[in-house]
């Protein structure tokens, strides 16, 4: 999966601006008045709104069109000097406009306290010949893209002429539109792809009570869905939420990280969600993808570029972090570890017994399960599921035990038990990609093969060891 995130074009169109970081120390009071007086120590300059989702596009591997106003002044050549740092970045269609400055924002930092903010800007918005200068460079970045980015940071670049041509020229040539919304509500993206407010941004645009509540976001994100697109929700520490159209629902939670600064956080979340879908990464991988990088973005100070190299790393560690090697664990902790593995791209695959006394007609049925996809949850009966179905005298090893010399194959990723009769509400609950049982059944008498099969997964017959069963060796050994 990591190794595609260096292929494809994204186009960012959107509000360009210049970040200046003036930082120092403060050890003591002015005289002239009640405020700190900050002993200059330097300036840092870096890429803000649109200009950084570029950056952050650039730094993880893909190449990347900019589009965007700019003025003609000294921060308009500070900003190309920064994004010069990113030769994937192209800058031959940022519109210059005279009338107006490039959006800056300065902050004055004393350590990692901002003191205050200084933005420069124009209010109000562009003249006739400028948007139309800007819908000419949005349709030719287009033309050339994987994936459209429209950052939106309410600064007059994305109008409501700009955003309907733009979404229009990408339908036209089918290709995927996110938007980083800034409007009251979302019925100017109509045609996007998907949409990532914040949890705030969410509630503004659908007219319900900000909450933090998974049904109060749930509701909010169903009325936002009504202009036509899918809609992903940053929650802060409480992670992102993706609802599809199709009433699907994904929650990925938030990566433990020392929080220093969100600034430029949901910069770095569209960028890593463009780069992911421009290499051909499923939308919920891109999610979980995107959500890694928002948690590096948040760890460092001010606005910043993610790499592809911290985002792999990131990537991994949580990857290792969640190898449960074989553990027994709750159906309710499977579902969501499996989640996070369907999530990251991996095919997950289901098999489930008794396997009382494990022989080598079990290790065949777990090898051909494995070989199956990338992940494999098997599932036991528990010992009061077994005395019904086997009688009294089984199982000849309690569950725990059962579960240990299980959860011990190489080949075994997860293991839960089930107290039914039939593996169905644990198979509902895993939501496992490929349903695997043995050759002795028919595929219309698999329990659970019509919901996997409802999903888009399969049901597979693997063949059995002639006469290697539990109950043929409890026979010979009493005979």
């Known amino acids: ?25 403060v050890s003591r009071i002015s005289p002239e008045a009640p405020v700190p007086v900050l002993l200059h120590g330097n300036i840092r300059i870096v890429a803000g709104g ?17 589009v965007g106003y700019v003025g003609a002044d000294v921060e308009a050549d500070e900003l190309r000097t920064v994004l010069g740092e990113y030769p994937a970045i192209h800058l031959n269609h940022l519109v210059v406009d005279r009338t107006r400055p490039t959006v800056t924002k300065t902050r004055v930092m004393s350590g990692r306290q901002q003191i205050v903010r200084i933005d420069a800007e124009s209010p109000g918005a562009p003249g006739a010949e400028a948007e139309a200068n800007l819908i000419a460079a949005g349709r030719a970045a287009i033309a050339e893209a ?23 020229e990408a339908r036209t040539r089918n290709v995927p539109v996110i938007v980083d919304p800034k409007r009251r509500t979302f019925d100017i993206y109509r045609g996007a792809t998907l949409v990532t407010p914040n949890r705030k ?10 909450d933090t509540d998974d049904e109060a976001v749930r509701a909010a994100a169903a009325a936002g869905l009504q202009f036509d697109g899918d809609v992903l929700v940053t929650r802060a520490e409480k992670g992102m939420t993706l609802w599809r159209q199709t009433g699907a629902v994904t929650h990925v939670p938030t990566e433990a990280r020392e ?64 190898d449960h090697a074989g553990a027994l664990v709750s159906r309710e902790d499977a579902a969501r570890i499996v989640a996070r593995w369907q999530a990251r791209g991996s095919r997950v695959v289901f098999t489930n017994g008794c396997f009382d006394l494990l022989h080598p007609g079990h290790i065949a049925l777990i090898e051909a399960a494995a070989k199956e996809g990338d992940r494999l949850v098997v599932a036991l009966n528990t010992d009061a599921s077994v005395k019904r179905l086997k009688g009294p005298s089984r199982p000849l090893q309690d569950e725990q035990a059962r ?47 019509d919901f996997v099969k409802a999903r888009g997964g399969k049901v597979v ?11 043929a060796l409890v026979a010979s050994a009493r005979s």
């Open 1 to 25: 999966m990591l190794d595609e995130l260096h292929s494809g074009r994204v186009a960012v169109i959107g509000d360009v601006m210049v970040d200046r970081y003036i930082t120092g120390s």
């Open 259 to 322: 929080v220093f600064d969100v600034s430029g956080a949901g910069d770095t979340v569209v960028a890593a969600l463009a780069v992911a879908l421009a290499s051909g990464l499923p939308l919920e991988t891109s999610v979980v993808t995107a959500n890694a990088a928002a948690a590096i973005a948040v760890s460092k100070l001010g606005t910043a570029v993610v790499t592809r190299a911290e985002l792999v790393a990131a990537l991994d560690r949580t990857s290792h972090a969640e």
């Open 461 to 471: 017959l693997a063949n059995l060891i002639a006469g290697r069963s539990t109950s």
């Open 50 to 66: 649109a200009a950084n989702v570029a950056a952050n596009a650039a730094g993880l591997g893909a190449a990347v069109t900019l």
């Open 201 to 210: 941004e969410l509630f503004e645009a659908t007219g319900l009570n900000d």
């Open 146 to 168: 994987d994936v459209v980015v429209l950052s939106d940071y309410a600064k007059g670049v994305l109008s409501d002429a700009v955003i309907i041509a733009l979404i229009a």
């Open 403 to 449: 579960a240990r010399v299980m959860g011990a194959l190489r080949a075994v990723d997860l293991v839960i038990l089930f107290d039914e009769d039939t593996p169905l509400e644990a198979i509902q609950a895993i939501k496992p990609d490929v349903l695997v049982k043995g050759a002795d059944y028919r595929e219309d008498q698999v329990v659970g093969g």
